[in-house]
């Protein structure tokens, strides 16, 4: 969208424009709330992106991926930025609570991708280089990775978890 193509100014309206929505009771949908995590995303205003992410499930807006929040994560049909925020956002409840497993992650083989695939290189990146976690492609899979429970238990109890968690949530 042009929200987030156009960067600093551009996204503080927008974040703007949905609080405005709100308050004269419009209820944003996922294409509003995409547009503006995305915003936020590309300006790396990760806390912001994940705020509205959380206001995006409080809403009902990522049903299927919130039941799906245990162990296997779809994100078909999602945005790069709202694919991100959504596994943040579950792996803080999951190291929150001391609930570590294996999780699989399925991006797609990017058939649908009008050039390559997105989500299959740029989750994991985001992943590996913002979160600083470790990934594995899925053996017999190449549209899916996970996060093994070793993994994620390391992740968990490092400095990286604290950095990742303090850089999405300014806690």
Known sequence: SACEKGGGDYTDT???????????????????????????????????????????????????????????????????????????????????????????????????SDDAPVLQEKVPRFLREVAGIKVSMQEGNAGAFIITHKALQKWGTSGKYKEFKNVVTNQ
């Open 14 to 112: 927008a974040v703007a424009l949905l609080e405005e929505m709100k308050g004269r009771g419009i209820k944003p949908d996922f294409i509003a709330y995409g547009a503006i995590v995305e915003a936020c995303f590309d300006d790396r205003r990760y806390s912001e992106a994940l705020e509205k992410t959380r206001e995006a499930i409080d809403r009902g807006i990522y049903p299927n991926f919130v039941a799906s929040k245990l162990a296997k994560w779809d994100l078909h049909d999602l945005s790069e930025a709202t694919s991100c925020m959504l596994i943040a956002d579950s792996l803080i409840s999951i190291v929150d609570a001391s609930r570590f497993r294996k999780v699989t992650i399925i991006t797609g083989k990017g058939i649908h």
